[in-house]
């Protein structure tokens, strides 16, 4: 408001101006007043236009930037939101994945239950009680127990557990028994609960004590001692390595670590 009565004054001023000059009444000091007033009118009316000009390019610029926020921030969020989906799309795969080995792992436990026989080679020829069916015996244990260590292999760890349990709870007393024994065990270290990992690591010597997998055992077991702080206790593992098995890996692998612990 202040600008346009600023502009109208200047116009007020040349009317005014018009008016002295045709009435024939202005003298020369009302004259050089009245021009005086018109420049200073029309020197602010300047001033004002460049700060009218000033603002509007102040405008755009700010229009400009914000406009550019806002394609960044739609950029960003279909960005996100492309990411998440691609995430639940992982992640449905997953879970069709590990639904599948569940059901492998399932007919595999049925298969290696269901009692079977062969065909009869003859008339009247009776049933073989040892007669075992497809998926049962060497062959149906060491497809679970290949399902088991590939689920543990891709980080299922709790699928990967409940198939090395039912390798055992099927097969109890076959030679990969301990090594399942091992990854449950391993499994156990992976989820902090060092105090079930250590029970359950002794349990691979205390049943199967010749089984190849009993070294490395006991080498984990001196692991967990350690991180527990109990390190007579890990001296006393190693040593028992160094002796029992010496020229092995694994004994060399104790040796050093006796050294880190002295």
Same mark, same amino acid.
């Given at each position: 408001?202040?600008?346009?009565?600023?502009?109208?004054?200047?116009? #007020?001023?040349?009317?005014?101006?018009?008016?002295?000059?045709?009435?024939?009444?202005?003298?020369?000091?009302?004259?050089?007043?009245?021009?005086?007033?018109?420049?200073?009118?029309?020197?602010?009316?300047?001033?004002?236009?460049?700060?009218?000009?000033?603002?509007?390019?102040?405008?755009?610029?700010?229009?400009?930037?914000?406009?550019?926020?806002?394609?960044?921030?739609?950029?960003?969020?279909?960005?996100?939101?492309?990411?998440?989906?691609?995430?639940?799309?992982?992640?449905?795969?997953?879970?069709?994945?590990?639904?599948?080995?569940?059901?492998?792992?399932?007919?595999?436990?049925?298969?290696?239950?269901?009692?079977?026989?062969?065909?009869?080679? #003859?008339?009247?020829?009776?049933?073989?009680?040892?007669?075992?069916?497809?998926?049962?015996?060497?062959?149906?244990?060491?497809?679970?127990?290949?399902?088991?260590? #590939?689920?543990?292999?891709? #980080?299922?760890?709790?699928?990967?557990?409940?198939?090395?349990?039912?390798?055992?709870?099927?097969?109890?007393?076959?030679?990969?028994?301990?090594?399942?024994?091992?990854?449950?065990?391993?499994?156990?270290?992976?989820?902090?609960?060092?105090?079930?990992?250590?029970?359950?690591?002794?349990?691979?010597?205390?049943?199967?004590?010749?089984?190849? /997998?009993?070294?490395?055992?006991?080498?984990?077991?001196?692991?967990?001692?350690?991180?527990?702080?109990?390190?007579?206790?890990? /001296?006393?593992?190693?040593?028992?390595?160094?002796?029992?098995?010496?020229?092995?890996?694994?004994?060399?692998?104790?040796?050093? /670590?006796?050294?880190?612990?002295?």
């Amino acid at each position: 408001m202040t600008k346009l009565s600023s502009i109208v004054g200047t116009r #007020g001023a040349f009317a005014a101006a018009v008016v002295l000059t045709s009435s024939g009444c202005a003298t020369k000091s009302d004259l050089r007043d009245l021009r005086t007033e018109i420049h200073a009118l029309a020197v602010r009316q300047d001033s004002l236009m460049v700060e009218i000009r000033a603002q509007n390019l102040s405008t755009q610029d700010t229009l400009r930037e914000q406009t550019g926020q806002l394609v960044d921030f739609r950029g960003d969020i279909s960005q996100q939101l492309r990411e998440i989906d691609r995430r639940l799309t992982r992640i449905e795969a997953l879970a069709g994945e590990n639904q599948r080995v569940m059901s492998a792992v399932r007919d595999e436990l049925a298969n290696t239950r269901r009692p079977g026989t062969r065909p009869a080679t #003859g008339s009247g020829a009776a049933a073989d009680p040892e007669a075992v069916v497809p998926g049962t015996g060497v062959e149906g244990a060491e497809a679970l127990y290949r399902t088991a260590t #590939g689920l543990f292999e891709r #980080g299922s760890l709790t699928t990967a557990r409940q198939a090395f349990q039912q390798f055992l709870q099927a097969n109890p007393g076959h030679a990969l028994a301990p090594s399942a024994h091992f990854y449950l065990a391993d499994i156990l270290v992976q989820e902090d609960r060092l105090d079930d990992a250590l029970l359950a690591f002794q349990d691979i010597q205390r049943f199967f004590p010749n089984a190849e /997998k009993v070294p490395d055992a006991l080498f984990r077991i001196a692991l967990i001692q350690i991180q527990q702080e109990k390190l007579e206790d890990a /001296k006393v593992t190693l040593e028992r390595i160094v002796n029992t098995y010496p020229g092995t890996g694994v004994a060399l692998l104790a040796e050093e /670590k006796l050294a880190e612990i002295r």
